[in-house]
């Protein structure tokens, strides 16, 4: 009798699905720990502080009152309602609850926007270094990712006429990341409203404005890209609670967008999960109209972390880092060790660099390769600044070692 082979079934979407160099970091850290090895691990985009204690405790009270059963789709009306009002009076975006979009995580709502509006034959501009999960979402939507890079100097934004050069009739969205996971860089006004001009002159063009760590920002003002002159009928607005209220083990994130489009990613949604749980979303309630206290202690900390983080790099030579106005991440420019050897092995690229670091220094790192960016690396500094100590003396004596 033949073998039955399940894996001759997998179809080419399966195939091609990637998890990923952040996750693949992750595991050989965990297995290295397990093998009794000390690693530090500044991989993974994740707060190291507590959720906040109202936030916590609305949850409990919210599953004692009963609020454990199926929620609509699209989230509660409750807290629909105060997401709109958060946008409206922080962010200058005039969108009312039937315009919001609750999701189990803002990468669901990635996916809600993306399936609404891409399919076959359409183009989506990514700037690069990008959010690995913006790529994975395009090519599951049959869309074209236009990859469009930009280096260290240019603080890794993409100057708007590279931008202009890039757009064609087939282009239909725009993804801004601001201030942007990987690199921690932000876009001013002028820069914004540079794109904005680019937006208005496509008449079939939408921006999707991934906004999730805009209470992480040391430097500069958040301008949310649908706050221009009109562009709220062109822009999709990405958020949730993981980075600024330390709330990623919650899973909730939302979009806002015009009419048509917020309805049709409900509909995405129904198909794939349903509505978030109810007693997180009440929680989300009180967390947008609780105090945000311990939102601007974690701002206060991350930003003497990222102080010590950009000293230590910069005191490395052959480590070119831009500043990083916002975010917990660091990307340096590392490509001045590629080609170098450790030992009798030559390290071609940032995936082995990263290997090296973990396997023979104890620190655990992600290749910019998985970012759009080969030649940088990332860090998070969403850690301890006892880890981040050991860790930027062991990526130091790493580098150095190199010959």
């Known amino acids: 009798m033949t073998k039955f082979d399940s894996a001759a079934l997998l179809s080419p979407r399966a195939n091609s699905a990637d998890e990923g160099a952040i996750i693949r970091m992750s595991q050989r850290t965990r297995e290295l720990r397990a093998a009794g090895q000390d690693i530090v691990a500044l991989t993974v985009g994740e707060p190291d502080f507590d959720t906040p204690l109202n936030i916590r405790e609305a949850a409990k009270e919210a599953m004692d009152q009963g609020f454990t059963h199926y929620s609509p789709v699209s989230g509660m009306p409750e807290l629909r309602e105060a997401i709109a009002a958060k946008l409206r009076s922080e962010n200058g975006l005039a969108y009312q609850a039937a315009n919001v979009v609750v999701a189990n995580g803002v990468k669901q709502a990635i996916n809600n926007a993306i399936l ?8 989506v501009v990514i700037l690069a270094p990008y959010w690995v999960s913006y790529e994975g979402s395009i090519k599951l939507a049959q869309g074209t990712p236009v990859v469009l890079h930009s280096n260290v100097a240019e603080n890794y934004k993409v100057p708007t006429a ?36 680019l937006v208005r002159a496509h008449p079939r063009l939408m921006v999707l404005a991934d906004e999730i760590y805009e209470y992480i920002l040391f430097d500069g003002e958040m301008i949310s890209f649908g706050s221009l002159p009109h562009m709220l009928e062109r822009t999709i607005t990405l958020n949730g609670f993981s980075k600024g209220f330390a709330m990623t083990g919650w899973r909730l994130g939302y979009a806002a967008a015009p009419l048509p489009i917020a309805q049709a990613m409900g509909r995405m949604q129904s ?5 978030a749980n109810q007693f ?17 202690t974690m701002r206060v900390q991350y930003q003497a972390r990222r102080d010590f983080v950009l000293a230590q790099l910069r005191a490395i030579v052959g480590v070119v880092i831009a500043d990083i106005p916002g975010t917990f991440y660091a990307f340096p420019d590392v490509s001045a060790f590629l080609g170098k050897k450790s030992g009798n092995h030559v390290i071609e690229n940032t995936e082995q660099l990263c290997d090296f670091l973990l396997e023979q220094h104890g620190v655990s790192i992600v290749p910019g390769s998985a970012f759009g960016a080969e030649g940088s690396v990332r860090l998070s500094f969403a850690a301890s600044s006892a880890d981040l100590k050991k860790a930027l003396a062991r990526i130091a004596t790493g580098l150095e070692s190199l010959v």
Not at 163 to 181: F, R, V
């Open 162 to 197: 590279r931008i202009a050069a890039a757009l064609t009739p087939a282009t239909k969205l725009l993804i801004i990341n601001s201030p942007c996971n990987p690199t921690g860089a932000v876009w001013n006004r002028a820069e914004l409203e540079e794109i904005a001009v």
């Open 116 to 123: 609404s509006l891409i399919g076959p034959g359409d183009e």
């Open 280 to 296: 997180v979303q009440r929680a989300a309630v009180a967390a947008l109209h609780g105090p945000r206290d311990e939102v601007e």
């Open 271 to 275: 198909i794939v999960s349903a509505g």
